[in-house]
């Protein structure tokens, strides 16, 4: 039996999404050309790009949960062409160039899927903004754009008077913005993709698979009320990756968490007085990510909790406390909104690991697998999805040999109780180091 997802039901994004017709549900014994598990960004990249290259085949995606449910809806919004802060470090020129060219591919093609169907999801070339709030926000600014210089990437300081206007709060003092950054409504987003798959790609969800194995040149997935046989089986299950036997001591579950505002009203944005659709993360990494939506909405992004059992390792009372810690943020930041709700708070579960390397290719004959965002996974789940299906089928290109230059193996983790301990000291030392940026 292994561990299934488990989040909770007050992930704001998916709320505010129109009703949804009953899901279809793997039943009996089926069999597929392709097979692939999560319908996450990598789960409906790869059976879109699959659908495409092999349009007699028959496909099955299959999720324990929703659409949009699991954490490629609960994330804030933004599509990143730049590498992650840690990827920017690396010595490797090349490898920064690749990363952002995947990155920009995923744009593009999540651009086109959203004109092609009209996807409602406040799709924005708006860009983003990277906040300091201290000097040593501002020292990890001088040091970001020292990265942009060096990665050849064009960036803008925006002083605090000019921040002030667009954010509607004095609280932070500098910022760097970046172009090339898309913001979105990610449920709406993802569900748009669900409702919109190739024809012959069929979608189960509220479907758990409790096993997969191996047999005479067959994998056999199994659920509680059915199974599905393929002799191909693309995993776009990221952190869960590993709850099926790969990549065990590799990947670091964590959650981060968010929390966010009703539609502010008239009254209210008179005295807010900033913009609408924009997005601000932190200097610090260990800061505050924050938005404001196209309809009117604030959202506060920050604290990180290990999750080894996922939602379950979650309780209401840590949903509470987390509530009056962006409470207390959004009103150091918006102290004239004090009395507006945090209506949602909710979490999302991600992989991490410890060499910050993202896994990508083959695990066993005929069983394929993208794993490990390190916490940017719109952008990377769609581009690696799409790739893993060139892989499976066999195709080859330059954009499938730089994803494959880019990723690795990610490093083995010390084992339990070390682990824990060592993620929750690390997790409570960064959040004391950027204590002044929360």
Not at 197 to 218: F, K, M, T, W, Y
Not at 235 to 244: A, D, M, R, V
Request: hydrophobic share 35%; charged share 20%; net charge neutral.
């Amino acid at each position: 039996m292994i561990n299934l997802p488990h989040d909770d039901h007050s992930c704001g994004w998916y709320s505010v999404l129109p009703p949804v017709q009953p899901a279809t549900q793997l039943r009996d014994a089926q069999q597929a050309d392709y097979a692939i598990i999560g319908v996450g960004f990598s789960g409906l990249a790869a059976a879109r790009r699959l659908a495409e290259l092999k349009p007699n085949a028959r496909i099955i995606l299959v999720d324990a949960q929703r659409v949009a449910e699991g954490a490629s809806g609960r994330n804030s919004g933004f599509v990143i062409d730049l590498p992650h802060k840690f990827s920017l470090e690396h010595p490797d020129e090349t490898l920064k160039q690749k990363l952002l060219s995947l990155n920009r591919i995923a744009i593009s093609q999540l651009q086109r899927l959203i004109e092609r169907y009209e996807i409602d999801c406040q799709w924005s070339a708006s860009g983003k903004y990277q906040g300091a709030v201290t000097e040593r926000g501002e020292k990890h600014l001088e040091h970001f754009e020292q990265l942009m210089k060096n990665l050849g990437e064009p960036y803008r300081w925006v002083e605090k008077e000019e921040l002030k206007k667009v954010l509607g709060t004095e609280y932070y003092s500098r910022a760097i913005h970046t172009p090339g950054s898309y913001l979105m409504q990610p449920a709406a987003l993802v569900q748009g993709m669900g409702q919109n798959l190739p024809q012959n790609v069929e979608l189960l969800e509220q479907s758990p698979i409790q096993s997969i194995a191996h047999r005479d040149g067959q994998w056999l997935l199994t659920g509680n009320n059915g199974s599905i046989t393929t002799p191909k089986l693309l995993l776009g299950t990221s952190i869960f990756t590993k709850e099926f036997g790969y990549l065990k001591n590799r990947l670091l579950p964590v959650m981060t968490f968010a929390s966010w505002t009703r539609p502010l009203t008239d009254a209210e944005m008179q005295v807010y007085q900033g913009e609408l659709n924009w997005g601000l993360t932190p200097a610090d990494h260990a800061g505050t990510t924050l938005r404001m939506t196209a309809d009117r909405r604030i959202l506060i992004r920050n604290t990180y909790k290990h999750v080894p059992k996922y939602g379950k390792s979650v309780s209401e009372q840590t949903r509470q406390w987390v509530n009056t810690q962006h409470q207390q943020a959004f009103a150091a930041r918006f102290p004239q909104l004090a009395d507006v709700p945090l209506t949602h708070t909710w979490g999302g579960v991600y992989a991490i690991s410890r060499n910050f390397t993202n896994f990508f290719g083959q695990l066993e004959d005929g069983l394929y697998a993208s794993a490990c965002d390190n916490g940017v996974g719109a952008a990377w789940g769609t581009v690696s999805g799409t790739l893993l299906a060139d892989l499976a089928v066999g195709s080859d290109s330059q954009d499938l040999a730089d994803i494959q230059y880019v990723t690795g193996m990610p490093s083995l983790n010390p084992p339990e109780p070390f682990l824990g301990m060592g993620v929750k000291f690390r997790i409570q030392l960064a959040k004391w180091q950027s204590r002044k940026e929360l």
